[in-house]
């Protein structure tokens, strides 16, 4: 049983760029979570993706943006990246019809120089 | 908006001692997690805990959960090095699956 995936594990990129982040929730789960975990920090809530929907939005501006797809993968998208993106990205999955707790992928490591 | 506290932030300790971890939150919570995790890795659930006087032990660590003083501890009993971790405690508002809010963290160092 498949748990939760993510990639790339890590990436480099350049202020002002584009970047997508991918997660495969944990087999069953229909929900996706997205964390920004700076360093030396507890993780942040992005959003939430459920039904192909953001359901829940942390304190994050619209250049964060996702998408969760049928098969209930999603992607975190950052455009016009700054310093401060840079971080550990975690997504979450969980179950919305019980299950009590999420499950977190391995992390992408993003680095913006 | 839910505020997480953790005390101590950082904790260093000798192998075979006893310490207590601390978890305050700001609003009434549906459950309460507790995390670990290692440098540059992911987070490793260790409890949840879902009502008031709840308690959970697994080895070495115990959690427990005391809602109506909006407390939550996680007690270390005879460290050991392999405890050496960063730990969270995050609470849950809400629907199971909702968002969680973190704590800052606690960086434990077992010295041996």
């Known amino acids: 049983d498949a748990g939760v995936t993510q990639s790339p594990t890590h990436l480099i990129k350049t202020r002002g760029q584009q970047v997508t982040l991918r997660c495969s929730p944990k087999s069953g789960h229909d929900t996706v979570s997205w964390y920004q975990q700076a360093l030396g920090q507890g993780p942040q809530f992005i959003f939430q993706y459920y039904e192909e929907e953001e359901r829940q939005r942390g304190n994050f501006p619209d250049r964060f943006s996702g998408h969760q797809f049928p098969n209930y993968s999603s992607e975190l998208n950052v455009n016009a990246l700054l310093l401060g993106d840079s971080a550990l990205y975690l997504c979450?999955?969980?179950?919305?019809?019980?299950?009590?707790?999420?499950?977190f992928g391995p992390g992408t490591r993003l680095t913006v120089t | 908006e839910l505020k997480v506290e953790q005390n101590p932030l950082f904790l260093s300790m000798q192998e075979g001692k006893n310490y207590t971890i601390y978890c305050n939150y700001s609003?009434?919570?549906?459950?309460l997690y507790w995390y670990r995790q290692d440098p540059g890795k992911s987070l490793e659930s260790l409890f949840v805990?879902?009502?008031?006087?709840a308690v959970k032990q697994e080895g070495r660590l115990m959690a427990s959960l005391d809602t109506k003083a909006r407390l939550s501890t996680l007690h270390i009993t005879a460290a050991v090095h392999d405890l050496s971790a960063t730990y969270f405690c995050a609470v849950e508002v809400g629907t199971s699956g909702s968002r969680l809010t973190f704590g800052e963290g606690t960086q434990l160092t077992v010295n041996p």
């Open positions: 609003t009434t919570s549906d459950r």
């Open positions: 979450a999955s969980s179950l919305v019809a019980g299950g009590l707790r999420a499950h």
């Open positions: 805990l879902l009502s008031n006087g």
